[in-house]
């Protein structure tokens, strides 16, 4: 049998999440964006959906010993340059996976702290929120909420939900939290363009990016771009260049996307081979 000696070896990424039949959003977006960025995907299910591109009509967390298994046997094969985290599933994988984690404290972590469905379907409770704050976020890297998210994760318990928080303050309790930088998108806001403002402990604001807003809803931009951040982590790539590269090809994955069903536009993450592949075929 041939091995290969590592430095011939794509990087890897584990991403944990939920799985999507519809290949839009979870552990199918991830595995597409990891792959078509030049590293390879490492996936352990955290949970089974019901869903297609209108919204979510089911979902069945993986029991978290089945978790634990599926990815210390990963590990425990081979060498991971960064992680990505989306859907758990439930408090009990949120548990386990920070202390997964916490045994590798070199290794970037992205985390897409996904509370609801595109359409609001509401996908994490209160316990899970305080579980991503109390033992995942001190952990990570790289955090990628929405507005809607952040303002959720960072709001206190006893607050009044009526009060809306400034989205500067949401970004500064978050890094108060323990995450190393907060990458808050604006893809919700009600703005001619989006602008994408990357915050870090030390000095606040580190970078802002504004792109075109396209017209239309996609099913899986936030798993997209949380999952191209780490795959560029993983090729050892700063934050700051990380961080714009992936918005770049999420932009371009979302300008090309497709509508296959009644609902969401599907991100083309493979924008570029099929582009390849039309101009050859001209």
Sequence with gaps: MITPHLACLPPLVLTFSAADPSGGAGLQADVLTISALGCHPL??????TVQDTVGVAGIMAVPAD???????????????????IGLLGSVENIALIAQIIA???GIPL?????LASGRGDELADRKMIAGLRERLLPLTTV???????????????????????????????????????????GTHARSEQVVNRLYEQRSGLLRQDVWPRLPGEYHGSGCTLAAAVAACLATG????EAVRAAQEYTWQSLAAAFQPGAGQCIPDRNFELRARRAARDE
């Design 237 to 240: 790539m700063p934050v700051g």
């Design 103 to 105: 045994e590798y404290p």
């Design 110 to 114: 992205v985390l897409d702290p996904i």
């Design 66 to 84: 089945w978790v634990a298994r599926q990815a210390r046997r990963l590990l425990a094969d081979m060498p991971v340059a960064a992680f990505k």
């Design 43 to 48: 996936s352990v299910a955290t949970a089974i």
């Design 143 to 185: 955090l990628t909420p929405n507005t809607l998210e952040a303002r959720r994760l960072s709001a206190g318990d006893e607050e009044d939900p009526a009060v809306v928080l400034p989205l500067a303050e949401c970004a500064r309790r978050l890094l108060d939290f323990g995450c190393r930088h907060v990458l808050l998108t």
